[in-house]
Structure formats: structure tokens, C-alpha cells
T-cell receptor, first 113, second 113 residues
């Protein structure tokens, strides 16, 4: 039968506002986390990463926060722009694995002009 | 800016046929990956490749799948005897170092009919 796709959580924000996208992970052995942006019809695009020995990392207009106690990761986008509209995935890498990166479900960000 | 390129962008094949998806990773990268994304679902790791051999693979990557780096620039994913459920976007990625930022291609949409 036809498989049903996941219903993506959607976050709608006004242009110029800050966006916060959240992600929960379950693998305590994960030591490296990445946020990817995927625009329609394109491959995932690296935004920012963070290692487990840090709890915050800042990039240009983006900040990633890591709370290992509750296994929570967030991506903050400052002054959200229409070009930020996309699906955002958090991804994690197990410290015991070579390269396997496990992606989360994704959050769809809609920026309202 | 260097990028990962994938061909073809869309491949339609009949069930039971073999397909080869092609990728040209970024030239100075050493680690290569294949991921797939079934429509509406999350990105799933298939395999990683380093030093001319598979370094890690997922449960999805069974005997139906194989990867090859036939020359210094191409990285291919072969799917033998395709099934309907193989229909998905297949993304190639590469990174310069283990655990480093992975750059994704635009993907090949595989449709098995």
C-alpha cells in the first residue's frame, strides 16, 4: 500500500522576528550534532554544528544550543528572512560510529513577509 | 564554490531493473556517503566510503546495493533489481575529514514503476 509521509511540525514566523527550532535526541552516545537546511528540491545544506563538549555555538545569524542533560538541541535564527523558509533537520553522530549521521524528522519553517 | 554533483537528476526505471546513480564529490574530499529520502520522510543514512572501501553501512544497505569509486572522481551507487519501495531521493555527500562537515549534492530522484 501507499506509505504515509511524516507530518512535519511547522513553525510560522514573521519576517524580522527570531526563530527557535527545537530537536530532541535519544542517543546518549551522540557526540556531534549538526543542523541542516533543506530547501524544496535540494539536498541538505550544512548550517552549523556543535560537539558535545560545548553547550553553545554561534554562527552568522544562527546559534545552536545543546543541553545534554535533557538531550535537547535548538537552532536560533536571528532576524528571520524569507530566504530562511525551508525544512530544518537536526542530525547526530554516535561517538562509536565512523560516519553515520542520523537525521531527525525535520521542522518546516515558514517566514511570513 | 566547489560542490557535489549528481547525475541524473531524475531516473525512472522499471521494477527489477538495475540502476546506477552517479556522484562527483568535491575534489579534495576523502569521505563519501549515500543517503536516501523517501518522499515526505526523513533523510536516512545508507553507506559511507573511505580509502576505497565501505567504512559503515546501515540496515537498509543490503546485498541489493553496492558502491564503487571507479576512478579518481566518480562515486556510484548501484541498485540491483530495483523494487517499488526503492523510489526515493538519493543524496550523495562528501567530507574532507572524518566527522567533518558533509556537503550534499542536489540528489537524484529515483522512481521505480
Amino acid at each position: 500500500g501507499e506509505s504515509v509521509g511524516l507530518h512535519l511540525p511547522t513553525l510560522s514566523v514573521q519576517e524580522g522576528d527570531n526563530s527557535i527550532i527545537n530537536c530532541a535526541y535519544s542517543n546518549s552516545a551522540s557526540d556531534y550534532f549538526i543542523w541542516y537546511k533543506q530547501e524544496s528540491g535540494k539536498g541538505p545544506q550544512f548550517i552549523i554544528d556543535i560537539r558535545s563538549n560545548m553547550d553553545k555555538r554561534q554562527g552568522q545569524r544562527v546559534t545552536v544550543l545543546l543541553n545534554k542533560t535533557v538531550k535537547h538541541l535548538s537552532l536560533q535564527i536571528a532576524a528571520t528572512q524569507p530566504g530562511d523558509s525551508a525544512v530544518y533537520f537536526c542530525a547526530e553522530k554516535d561517538s562509536g560510529g565512523y560516519q553515520k549521521v542520523t537525521f531527525g524528522i525535520g521542522t518546516k519553517l515558514q517566514v511570513i513577509p | 564554490e566547489p560542490e557535489v554533483t549528481q547525475t541524473p537528476s531524475h531516473q525512472v526505471t522499471q521494477m527489477g531493473q538495475e540502476v546506477i546513480l552517479r556522484c562527483v564529490p568535491i575534489s579534495n574530499h576523502l569521505y563519501f556517503y549515500w543517503y536516501r529520502q523517501i518522499l515526505g520522510q526523513k533523510v536516512e543514512f545508507l553507506v559511507s566510503f573511505y580509502n576505497n572501501e565501505i567504512s559503515e553501512k546501515s540496515e537498509i544497505f543490503d546485498d541489493q546495493f553496492s558502491v564503487e569509486r571507479p576512478d579518481g572522481s566518480n562515486f556510484t551507487l548501484k541498485i540491483r533489481s530495483t523494487k517499488l519501495e526503492d523510489s526515493a531521493m538519493y543524496f550523495c555527500a562528501s567530507s574532507q575529514r572524518q566527522g567533518g562537515e558533509a556537503f550534499f549534492g542536489q540528489g537524484t530522484r529515483l522512481t521505480v514503476v
